[in-house]
T-cell receptor, first 114, second 115 residues
Framework: GESVGLHLPTLSVQEGDNSIINCAYS??????FIWYKQESGKGPQFIID?????DKRQGQRVTVLLNKTVKHLSLQIAATQPGDSAVYFC?????????????FGSGTQLTVLP | EPEVTQTPSHQVTQMGQEVILRCVPI?????FYWYRQILGQKVEFLVS????????KSEIFDDQFSVERPDGSNFTLKIRSTKLEDSAMYFC?????????????FGSGTQLSVL
């Protein structure tokens, strides 16, 4: 079946460097994508979303890039801080669809090194 | 900032016992959800709830599961007769009126361990 997946299960970066977390999706019908952050012992926290009519969206220190041609999504975190250490999930959905169609990826563990 | 709260944070139970997981969604939210995450696996959808009834449920949400909104603030998930494979982190989520799937707010979860 179709699924959302992540290229790298773990990523370590130096504090202050930029981080890039990647995600591949395979459902060509998906038109809405979300990045969540999950800190240890907490639930997923919404970071940023993007619709398929855009290829880039910026938030505070975060940028999401969407490449529909290769079905690829990335999350860029600028000037990574220790508080950014967490598991990051991408999720895909059909915006006109139902809640069960929100599909989560496996997650990438980001570790920020001092 | 308003948040979804879940209790208890950890629940240990014997196989075959009933458990009730509790959630208090954000007060002005209208759509409520339960998800679960088995250790090392993806977050999975269980059920969505709106206007005091189930909107949608997954294959996981069988007859052993039920949800209820007993009053204006709580949203509960009941598992009637727990199985070992029900051991997981259970997340409650809620959202405002609007397009489906937008900006779910998740609670911190209840870690259920079935022995």
């Amino acid at each position: 079946g179709e699924s959302v997946g992540l290229h790298l299960p773990t990523l370590s970066v130096q504090e202050g460097d930029n981080s890039i977390i990647n995600c591949a999706y395979s459902n060509s019908a998906s038109d809405y994508f979300i990045w969540y952050k999950q800190e240890s012992g907490k639930g997923p926290q919404f970071i940023i979303d993007i619709r398929s009519n855009m290829d880039k969206r910026q938030g505070q220190r975060v940028t999401v890039l969407l490449n529909k041609t290769v079905k690829h999504l990335s999350l860029q975190i600028a000037a990574t801080q220790p508080g950014d250490s967490a598991v990051y999930f991408c999720a895909e959905a059909i915006s006109s669809g139902s809640a069960r169609q929100l599909t989560f990826g496996s997650g990438t563990q980001l570790t920020v090194l001092p | 900032e308003p948040e979804v709260t879940q209790t208890p944070s950890h629940q240990v139970t014997q196989m075959g016992q009933e458990v009730i997981l509790r959630c208090v969604p954000i007060s002005n939210h209208l759509y409520f959800y339960w998800y679960r995450q088995i250790l090392g696996q993806k977050v999975e959808f269980l059920v969505s709830f709106y206007n005091n009834e189930i909107s949608e449920k997954s294959e996981i949400f069988d007859d052993q599961f039920s949800v209820e909104r007993p009053d204006g603030s709580n949203f509960t998930l009941k598992i009637r007769s727990t199985k070992l494979e029900d051991s997981a982190m259970y997340f409650c989520a809620s959202r405002k009126q609007g397009a489906a799937n937008e900006k779910l707010f998740f609670g911190s979860g209840t870690q259920l361990s079935v022995l």
